[in-house]
Nanobody, 130 residues
Framework: EVQLVESGGGLVQSGGSLRLSCAASGFDFEDVVVGWFRRAPGKGRREAVSSLTSRDGSTFYADSVMGRFTISTDNAKNTAYLQMNSLKPEDTAVYYC??????????????????????WGQGTQVTVSS
């Protein structure tokens, strides 16, 4: 059974930083895509924030976080991270990590949408005060 557990959320002032972690069990990081999503207050759908393909290390970011957020993985620990710097109040949301195996014949060319991923964590709250 695949389990993803996020941690690292919290309350931070505007301009501050947080690092989110996503620990995976029952799933190794070989040939996978790791994604981070967020759902802002009052929003129904999750917004794609960033993704990383373990095979080649390629990354994608939403325009809203480009240059401020960095996705990474520690494959030995089966853990993904999202380093968030220069946080803004509009970054306030519940952040989710997601994992999906990627067939060797496939290659991502853009940030994958929510429907691409089958395995999800429970989410961690990030609140940025102004």
């Amino acid at each position: 059974e695949v389990q993803l557990v996020e941690s690292g959320g919290g309350l931070v002032q505007s301009g501050g930083s947080l690092r989110l972690s996503c620990a995976a069990s029952g799933f190794d990081f070989e040939d996978v895509v790791v994604g981070w999503f967020r759902r802002a207050p009052g929003k129904g759908r999750r917004e794609a924030v960033s993704s990383l393909t373990s095979r080649d290390g390629s990354t994608f970011y939403a325009d809203s976080v480009m240059g401020r957020f960095t996705i990474s993985t520690d494959n030995a620990k089966n853990t993904a991270y999202l380093q968030m710097n220069s946080l803004k109040p509009e970054d306030t949301a519940v952040y989710y990590c997601a994992l999906q195996k990627l067939a060797r014949s496939r290659r991502l060319v853009s940030l994958p949408p929510e429907v691409f991923f089958e395995s999800w964590g429970q989410g961690t709250q990030v609140t940025v005060s102004s």
